[in-house]
């Protein structure tokens, strides 16, 4: 099972923008081709919740408070996954988790299917 590792969380005033970044870890020894990725997000006193995922070949599944706002990508070439976020608000500022798919080569897949997660890199919005 391939590792994951976040990077690219900070601190950002409402309506400003930020990219996170999700890769293999070097010491998985693997990489992200063929898996699915998901980010999540944990806010203070909350459960964790889904945000987005892709599958391996692009398509899509977004939750309806990020829709218009977040856009998640894939370099496969640079084995990476982007999350782009825009107009951030304070109910975006969250714990936020990159995790691969439990299977590979899947065209969809549950929100409940992604096992492997990173440690998480905080997102801060606030003025």
């Known amino acids: 099972q391939v590792q994951v590792v976040e990077s690219g969380g900070g601190y950002v005033q409402p309506g400003g923008s930020l990219r996170l970044s999700c890769a293999a870890s070097?010491?998985?020894?693997?990489?992200?081709?063929?898996?699915?990725v998901a980010w999540f997000r944990q806010a203070p006193g909350k459960e964790r919740e889904f945000v987005v995922s892709?599958?391996?070949?692009?398509?899509?599944d977004y939750t309806e408070s990020v829709k218009g706002r977040f856009t998640i990508s894939r370099d496969n070439a640079e084995n990476t996954v982007y999350l782009q976020m825009n107009s951030l608000s304070p109910e975006d500022t969250a714990v936020y988790y990159c995790?691969?798919?439990?299977?590979?080569?899947?065209?969809?897949?549950?929100?409940?299917?992604?096992?492997?997660w990173g440690q998480g890199t905080q997102v801060t919005v606030s003025s």
């Open positions: 070097a010491a998985s020894g693997s990489t992200l081709s063929g898996y699915g």
């Open positions: 892709i599958t391996y070949n692009g398509n899509t």
């Open positions: 995790a691969a798919s439990r299977r590979k080569w899947a065209t969809a897949y549950p929100r409940s299917d992604f096992g492997s």
